[in-house]
C-alpha cells in the first residue's frame, strides 16, 4: 500500500499524526483493483501492475491500492484511485455488483493472514476492473506495465510484489479462470 | 425464449426435428443476458428489453436469451446472441468472470421454480452484460428499449414479461444494488 | 445497527469518547449476518430477525451486525456477533469463501445510499450465514424470530426494520432465488 | 468424469445409445461439487477427492461431478451425486445460492479450455461444497481421502488428477482464499 493517501486538506482526510492515531484504534477500509484488459469474449488478456516506492524506501510492483475516505462510497473511492493511479485517460470500467471477488485483510504481522501491512490493519475489498482506455503511472508510482498472465504469475514479477499481491493477483486469475 | 435457434446448417445446428428429439430427453444449457447501462462509477443506471414473439404468438419483453451451440463455450454464445440481438455496433462487455450470477432453470411446468419454458427443461446462465455501444433490435426483435429500474420493476412493464424474466430482472438489479 | 459495541475492555476495544472520536474521521468496518435456515438442498426456508431497540430507544427488526475490531479478521467478528446474538448453541456455518453477497455503505444522510445511521459512516460485508443450532435472543436483543421469505418482505415485517435492512434481505432472498 | 450416469430406467435416464447420440448434438449439462471440511471459522482445512476408474481404464483423482437428468433441478442432482458418491451418511451442505463459484467448459479437444473429456461437450456448474458427514466411497469410486490445501495442489496429487479436476481444485481453494 502507498503513503499517497496520508495527508489533505479536504473534508474527510487527516493529518498523518490524526490517521496515525486512528490507525492504532479501527482497521482502516481499503480498496483495492487489479486492472485488466479483456479480449472481445471478456477474457483476462493482460493484468496491469504498478511499480511504487514502499513507505521503507524499496520499489514493488503492486495492483491499484488505496483507503476510503470518510463520507466516501466505495465506487468513489475505486475511481479516484484508478484515475490517480492510472491516469485521467484510463477509463476503468467500474463493476456492476459491489461485491467484490475477494477481501483482504492487512495486518501487521504478516504470518496472521498472509497479507501484510506494517503500518496497519486494513480491510481491503478487492475488485477486477477492466481497464479500456491509455494508462499511465500517476500519482507517486514510477511505472505501470500489462503483463500477460503467465507474466505477472512467473517467478521474477512475484518475487517483486510485496504485502501478499502476488496472492490477491493469483486469487484474481484463478476467478477469471486465468491462472497457468 | 425465442425460436430462433432451431434451425440452422452450420455445426452445431439441429434440424428442428432433431432438436425436439433431444429436448425431450436432456436439458439445454442456455446463456442470458441482462443488458445494462453504467454510469462511470458503474452504477446501472438502465436495463434494455427486447419486445419478441413467443411461440405462442403473443409478444413478450425479455432479455437476451439463446442456446449454447455443441462446439460452443459459453462466452461465445453469449456473444453471437448479445450481437444479434442487439445489433453488430452494440459493444457488449462480457464481464471477465465465468460465474454467472445466477442460474435460471426453466421448465414446462411453470410451479417448479418459477421459470417456464412449455417446450422443454433448460438451464441458463445468466449474465449482467454492460453494454456501452448502439442497439437497435436485430434477429426476430421487434424492439429495443433502454428503461430505468423503477420502469423495468413497474406493473406496467412487469405485466409485460412471460418465463420469469420479470424475476430475472429483479434478481439482477439485486445483484447490482439497484432494486427499487 | 446496536449500541453493544461501544464500549469494552478487551484490546481493540475503544472508550465511548475515543470511538466518538475515530467515528468522525474515518468509516467504520462492519460485518452483518443474513441468518438463514436452509432444506436439505440447500433452499432459504427461513430468515432470523433479532428485534432490538435502537440508540433512539425504538424498537427494531433487524439482522445481525456489528463491527470489526482492531486486529480482529472478518471471520473472527462475524463468529463473535452472530454466537453473542443467537447464543452460544446457534452453531453458525461460516461460508468458505470471503467474498460477501452485498456490502452495505451506512451514512448519516439516508439519501446516500439508502442505508442508515445516524452515528457514523460504516461499511459493511454482508454474509449470508446457515444456522443449524437451536437461537435464543442473547446481547442485547430482545427477540429472535425465524419467518417465512413471505412473511420477511411482508409490508407489516418490513414497516418493522430499519437503516435499510428491509433492503438488505430483499438483496439475499434474490441472492438465494428466493425473493417472492 | 464417470461413466456411471449413462444407463438406468428411471424417467430421465436414457439408454447408452440414446445418450451417444444425443452427446453429438448438444452440450451436456453437469454439476460438479469439491467437497471441503471446514473449522468453526468457515475457513478450508481439508478438500475431499474420490479415486476413481476413467473410461480409459485408468485411476484418478477427482471431485464429485455427474450429469443433471432432464426434469431433475439443479440442486437435486447435486444432492444425488454427493450422497451416492460419498455415501448415504456424508450429509452435504448444499449452498444457498445457485450461482457456482466457476464453470468448467469440458471437451473432446483438450486444447479447447483445458477441460478435457474425450467422450462429449459438457457445462458443468461447480460448488463448493461443505461436507460435515461421514464419507465412505461409493458408487464406482475406489477411494475417498481428505487431504490439506497443500497436499491437494502437491506435484504428487496434481499429477494422479486428469480432466483438469486439478486447475478446479485451485480455482475453488483460491476462491475460499486458501490457495498455498
Same mark, same amino acid.
Given at each position: 500500500m502507498s503513503t499517497a493517501d496520508v495527508t489533505g486538506t479536504a473534508p474527510g482526510w487527516?493529518?498523518?499524526?490524526?490517521?496515525g492515531d486512528v490507525r492504532d484504534r479501527v482497521p482502516?477500509?481499503?480498496?483495492?483493483?487489479?486492472?485488466?484488459?479483456?479480449?472481445?469474449?471478456?477474457?483476462?488478456v493482460r493484468v496491469g501492475l504498478l511499480l511504487r516506492p514502499l513507505?521503507? %524506501?524499496?520499489?514493488?510492483?503492486?495492483?491499484v491500492s488505496g483507503r476510503v475516505l470518510h463520507g466516501e462510497t466505495v465506487r468513489e473511492a475505486l475511481w479516484r484511485h484508478l484515475t490517480k493511479d492510472l491516469g485521467p485517460q484510463s477509463d476503468p470500467q467500474l463493476p456492476p455488483s459491489p461485491s467484490p471477488f475477494t477481501v483482504?485483510?492487512?495486518?501487521?504481522d504478516p504470518r496472521?493472514? %498472509?497479507?501484510?501491512?506494517?503500518?496497519?490493519?486494513?480491510?481491503?475489498?478487492v475488485y477486477l476492473v477492466?481497464?479500456? %482506455?491509455?494508462?499511465?503511472?500517476?500519482k507517486d508510482a514510477l511505472d505501470f506495465s500489462w503483463m500477460t498472465p503467465e507474466e505477472v504469475t512467473s517467478?521474477?514479477?512475484?518475487?517483486?510484489?510485496?504485502? %501478499?499481491?502476488? &496472492?490477491?493477483? &493469483?486469487?484474481?486469475?484463478a476467478h477469471a479462470q486465468r491462472l497457468p
Open positions: 487527516l493529518s498523518a499524526a490524526e490517521l482502516m477500509v481499503y480498496v483495492e483493483a487489479v486492472p485488466v484488459r479483456l479480449d472481445h469474449l471478456g477474457r483476462v513507505a521503507d %524506501g524499496t520499489l514493488s510492483r503492486a495492483v483482504a485483510e492487512y495486518f501487521p496472521r493472514t %498472509g497479507f501484510h501491512d506494517p503500518r496497519q490493519h486494513a480491510v481491503a475489498l477492466p481497464v479500456t %482506455g491509455t494508462c499511465e503511472p500517476a517467478p521474477l514479477v512475484v518475487a517483486e510484489m510485496s504485502s %501478499g499481491h502476488d &496472492r490477491l493477483v &493469483r486469487i484474481a486469475l
